[in-house]
């Protein structure tokens, strides 16, 4: 019996597509798909894009703590550029807490949140508190699903983040002002 041909293979899903279904300004591959991020270049516009997509960290310093405002993408790429813009703050001296606003924060994958668990593990080696402000409902889910929303102290501003007195992690160890546990020489 005669072999009938065979179909031409078919091409690896993180080939790009031919050239006339490619869009401008849209990077292809198996996580940046149309539509995986909260933002697209076409939706957005170009300039706002780039904006949303470049990491930065801007630090203020308040009479009540310091303020790191996060701003587009912390990622594997960008969690190093974190950990510059911080090492200055936590080398001072004081117990003031330290606040990031993530009100820019575009995009945080696993890299991200494993910064700042750095963050928080070396701001706890000093007594001091780290609360977030303002965090992307995105960002909140992996929080919620790994666990993280009952380690870290989120506020839904800076200025309830500042005021937070004694109710953040780096206080009394506990996160939005639940009960902490009894230590032996402390009594209810």
Do not use: N
Request: charged share 25%.
């Amino acid at each position: 019996m005669p072999r009938t041909p065979r179909a031409a293979p078919r091409p690896h899903r993180s080939d790009p597509p031919p050239s006339s279904r490619r869009t401008r300004g849209h990077l292809w591959g198996p996580f940046t798909a149309r539509g995986s991020r909260p933002y697209d270049v076409e939706v957005v516009g170009e300039a706002e894009w780039r904006q949303l997509t470049v990491f930065s960290v801007d630090v203020r310093t308040h009479a009540r703590g310091v303020v790191f405002t996060l701003r587009g993408e912390l990622d594997f790429d960008s969690v190093v550029q974190l950990h510059e813009a911080t090492a200055e703050e936590l080398g001072r001296a004081g117990k003031s807490p330290v606040v990031a606003d993530c009100a820019g924060l575009a995009f945080c994958d696993s890299s991200g949140i494993g910064g700042l668990l750095r963050l928080y593990q070396r701001l706890s080696a000093q007594d001091r508190a780290l609360r977030l402000a303002a965090v992307p409902a995105s960002v909140a889910r992996l929080f919620a699903l790994t666990g993280l929303d009952q380690l870290f102290s989120v506020h839904p501003d800076v200025d309830h983040a500042l005021g937070a007195g004694t109710d953040g992690p780096g206080a009394d160890g506990v996160a939005d002002g639940r009960e902490a546990p009894l230590d032996e020489g402390r009594s209810a």
